[in-house]
């Protein structure tokens, strides 16, 4: 996380490009590119909302630091992993290891991505 309000922005820019670019990849490679549209928006919203319910436990983490704070906010990000999984194998009509694997590659490449490519500028 980052203070610098244009640093953010740039971030959370590259972050939706590489989830556009990686659900795009995804299902050009399993020919179901017709479903582009329909994944692409249940991977952002479930993202969103999950996000919506994590900013009042992050400024309770920052304010009080309780031990509780850390368990609902990795039960937050569980559940979001749990959600982008569910998406991946009903999409690739894949089984569960496999959702793991590419919702985990999934993780990685955008958020991690974003994160170096937003140093880099």
Known sequence: MTDDPIE??????????????????????????????????????????VSFFIVPVAVWL???????????????????FALVTYIIKQTLQVNMPASLAVALLYFTSTYFGAFALGQMI
Do not use: H, P, R
């Open 8 to 49: 953010s922005f740039y971030e959370v820019t590259i972050e939706t490009f590489l989830t556009l670019l990686f659900v795009g990849v995804m299902l050009f490679f399993n020919k179901t590119l017709y479903a582009y549209f329909q994944v692409t928006t249940a991977i952002l919203i479930c993202a969103n909302v």
């Open 62 to 80: 920052t304010v009080t630091e309780d031990a509780l704070s850390y368990y609902v906010l990795s039960l937050l990000l569980i559940w979001d």
